[in-house]
């Protein structure tokens, strides 16, 4: 198919001891194991971040305190709050 010209196969066997090996990291859709790593935990930080500022903002939406916030330990008293009996319609 290809083969080298005697001054590239030349230039190939002179290679120094002590120059730098180059290598291609291995990639997935354009990332490499390092920045993807560095990539998901940025995401999952937003994420967590985002998750905790909807729970805190709708905590006060009866169906979210009932069904997410009172099923978390030590702080199911603290979400409770109960109707006065002076204040219920019925």
Same mark, same amino acid.
């Given at each position: 198919?290809?083969?080298?010209? $005697?001054? %590239?196969?030349? /230039?190939?066997?002179?290679?120094?001891?002590?120059?730098?090996?180059?290598?291609? &990291?291995?990639? =997935?859709?354009?990332?490499? $194991?390092?920045?993807? =790593?560095?990539?998901?935990? $940025?995401?999952?930080?937003?994420?967590?971040?985002?998750?905790? /500022?909807?729970?805190?903002?709708?905590?006060? =939406?009866?169906?979210?305190? %009932? !069904?997410? $916030?009172?099923?978390?330990?030590?702080?199911?008293?603290?979400?409770? %709050?109960?109707?006065?009996?002076? !204040?219920? &319609?019925?």
């Amino acid at each position: 198919m290809f083969t080298p010209t $005697l001054r %590239r196969a030349a /230039a190939k066997a002179t290679t120094s001891a002590f120059a730098p090996k180059y290598s291609i &990291p291995p990639k =997935v859709a354009g990332f490499t $194991l390092p920045s993807a =790593v560095q990539a998901g935990s $940025l995401a999952a930080s937003f994420g967590v971040f985002a998750g905790t /500022a909807a729970l805190f903002m709708f905590g006060e =939406v009866p169906r979210v305190r %009932r !069904d997410i $916030l009172q099923q978390i330990p030590g702080l199911d008293t603290y979400y409770d %709050r109960p109707i006065a009996p002076e !204040d219920n &319609p019925f």
